[in-house]
């Protein structure tokens, strides 16, 4: 079942240590807004499982990789080519681009379809997109941490390229991919995990037996927030 995350028992191990604990000194811009990061290292299953949960509740899936795809392939973008070598090297960014584009997602969300609920799929990676973050846009409710293995992930993330045939599924992006979530992205999930903001799930078996944590995990933390579909 979901749980408070343990970092002495993460599959990971050589993570580095987080440094302050602070509390975001803003106030939040949209209390009314409850967002939950996804976060978890490449092949995961975040996309996969987000997709599941806006699938059969009234919740906006926002996939920080697909929104910034969308810009980079947009004809005539001027972060088109810095985008696409970003994503090459695992980062994401420009980093204030990704939050207002995240940002006007999340609005045009609660504009057409009266959604409050966000789920952020791969977000934040780092500890400077975190503070960006909730000091521009709104205070994540809590973060939900997708925890396996890099040999499942990486069975996974080779048959995913054999199928969609990505531009970031290489194998050498993906050991890039891996390097960055190990060094950086995990300063993140032991930073929400030092604020008692973060939930755990085992992220290795079937995606119906992960699936069901999350969603219990979801359901107990967002209450009647979460509507089902």
């Known amino acids: 079942m979901a749980r408070d995350w343990d970092s002495s028992d993460h ?6 240590s987080i440094g302050s604990s ?3 000194a803003s106030d939040p811009v949209d209390s009314d807004f409850s967002i939950v990061f996804v976060l978890g290292g490449p092949g995961a299953g975040k996309g996969t499982q987000c997709a599941n949960i806006a699938r059969d509740f009234y919740v ?8 910034l795809r969308t810009e980079r392939d947009t004809p005539g973008s001027a972060y088109g080519e810095i985008i696409a070598r970003n994503m090459e090297e695992g980062r994401i960014g420009p980093m204030n681009l990704t939050v207002e584009l995240l940002k006007n997602a999340m609005e045009a969300a609660r504009q057409n379809d009266g959604l409050k609920v966000f789920l952020i799929d791969g977000f934040p990676r780092k500890m400077d997109q975190l503070y960006l973050f909730e000091s521009t846009v709104s205070r994540a409710t809590f973060a939900l941490f997708l925890d396996s293995s890099e040999d499942v992930r990486l069975q996974r993330l080779q048959q995913r390229a054999m199928i969609e045939n990505r ?12 390097h960055t979530f190990n060094d950086t992205c995990m300063v993140v999930v032991k ?10 799930v085992d992220a290795n078996g079937e995606i ?10 979801l359901i107990k933390s967002l209450g009647e927030r979460l509507e089902r579909r």
């Not at 930073?191 to 755990?200: A, D, E, I, P, T």
């Open 208 to 217: 119906g037996t992960v699936y069901a944590e999350i969603e219990g995990a």
């Open 60 to 67: 906006k899936h926002l996939s920080v990789g697909d929104v």
């Open 11 to 16: 599959s990971q191990g050589d993570c580095m």
């Open 191 to 200: 930073h929400m995990y030092g604020q008692r903001r973060l939930k755990g």
């Open 167 to 178: 531009r970031d599924d290489t194998a050498d992006t993906i050991q890039k991919r891996f």
């Open 22 to 24: 602070e509390s975001i």
